[in-house]
C-alpha cells in the first residue's frame, strides 16, 4: 500500500486596504500586487510566500 503525500502549498484568500479580496498561492515565486489599487499583497521569501496582507481563509 502507497501513501499519498499531501502537497505542503496552499491558496491563500486575502484582502487589500481598498477591501479587494484576491487569492494567491502561498508559495509565489513573483510580487503579488492588489489588482485594484496596486499595493504589495505578498512578496517571495525562498519558499513560502511573505504575505503583507491581511489573511480571510486557507484553502485546501
Known sequence: M??????ES???K???KCK???IIFGKAATTI????C???L???SGG???IKARVLEVLD
Not at 2 to 7: G, V, Y
Not at 33 to 36: E, F, G, H, Q, T
Request: aromatic share 4%; proline share 7%; charged share 35%.
Open 2 to 7: 502507497e501513501l499519498i503525500k499531501e502537497p
Open 14 to 16: 486575502v484582502r487589500c
Open 33 to 36: 500586487k492588489c489588482l485594484v
Open 38 to 40: 496596486g499595493t504589495v
Open 42 to 44: 505578498a512578496e517571495p
Open 10 to 12: 496552499r491558496f491563500i
Open 20 to 22: 479587494n479580496e484576491q
Open 48 to 50: 513560502k510566500t511573505k
